[in-house]
């Protein structure tokens, strides 16, 4: 299943904690970690300063807990232990799933499903509280949708329109037709 990674599995940039001013990355591949380090500094002894790396592998990576505790005080505890987990084989392979790919399969969940999976993640949050996903959930609830409930799940997204019932559904509707043709009426 690994042949199915890139061969970046990760990459972070980032800065040192104040007050340094030194840049950082971190590169994980399928068999290295790769750290690199630029030194930004007024100061005249740091100015000649040259760019450093370290590259270890997944296992020497898991046994060096200097550059672990560098890694935690730059990029932080979380960024940490994701990279224990790469390191260890244990990859995320639904997150690596397209936006497309993923809304085609959010669709088939239940709406309590919908509901979890949106509080997993920010990226979750975002696709299942998508208009494309909410659109598709109301085609398939409803025998047909008019150029009105069109309009109006433009100006209030598909999520709500899926929501609001049946009558209140057709009062926006009708403010939307009165304001429409008030607006008409001025313009002529």
């Not at 560098?70 to 505890?77: D, E, P, S, Y």
């Not at 260890?88 to 979890?116: C, H, M, N, P």
């Not at 150029?147 to 109006?152: G, I, K, N, S, T």
């Not at 329109?161 to 008030?182: E, G, H, P, S």
Request: proline share 3%; charged share 25%; net charge positive.
């Amino acid at each position: 299943m690994a042949s199915w990674l890139p061969e970046t599995l990760f990459e972070i940039v980032g800065q040192g904690p104040a007050p340094s001013k030194d840049y950082y990355q971190l590169l994980i591949t399928q068999t290295q970690i790769i750290f690199r380090w630029w030194k930004i500094s007024l100061r005249s002894e740091y100015r000649s300063a040259k760019p450093g790396e370290t590259k270890e592998t997944h296992e020497d990576f898991l046994e060096n807990s200097h550059l672990q505790v560098q890694v935690a005080l730059i990029f932080g505890a979380k960024i940490l232990d994701y990279v224990f987990n790469l390191c260890e084989g244990k990859f995320d392979f639904l997150e690596r799933l397209s936006d497309t790919l993923l809304l085609k399969i959010i669709y088939f969940l239940d709406l309590e499903d919908v509901a979890r999976l949106s509080q997993t993640s920010s990226r979750f949050a975002k696709l299942c509280k998508s208009d494309s996903l909410w659109e598709q959930i109301v085609q398939s609830a409803c025998d047909t949708i008019t150029p009105d409930m069109r309009a109006l799940a433009k100006d209030v997204g598909w999520r709500q329109v899926f929501f609001t019932n049946k009558i209140q559904l057709q009062r926006q509707i009708r403010r939307k037709r009165q304001r429409q043709a008030k607006q008409k009426e001025k313009h002529t």
